[in-house]
């Protein structure tokens, strides 16, 4: 499911660029860095929290999705302050980078419900 949801994710940030940077719509480099953003985060999320949550799962799981967990919160602080006060990046093709995480959950589990 998770890999589902980052191809998912990256196809519909690919298909911003193609349609709406061309027009000036939308950055480029916010949207992407959105797009890394919100991947990248969930990902570390997505393992920490299985790793943690494995069943019967070693010690060496378990710590290890911890870090992950830890990674996650430090990247998600530090990365989007330095990101929003430290660079000049268009907020709105950001903020689109990251929600095409947001739209792709979505799709996946209407597309999961579907199928059942």
Known sequence: MVLKVEVLQGLLALGLCALLVPWGLLELRPLVLGALFAGVNFLLLAYGVRWVLT???????????????????????????????????????FMAGVTCLLVAITLERLWALATD
């Not at 870090?67 to 907020?91: C, D, Q, T």
């Open 55 to 93: 069943p019967l799962g070693g010690k060496g799981k378990i710590r290890a999705g911890i870090v992950l967990l830890a990674l996650k919160l430090l990247l998600f602080l530090g990365l989007l302050s330095l990101l929003l006060l430290r660079f000049e990046l268009e907020p709105l093709s």
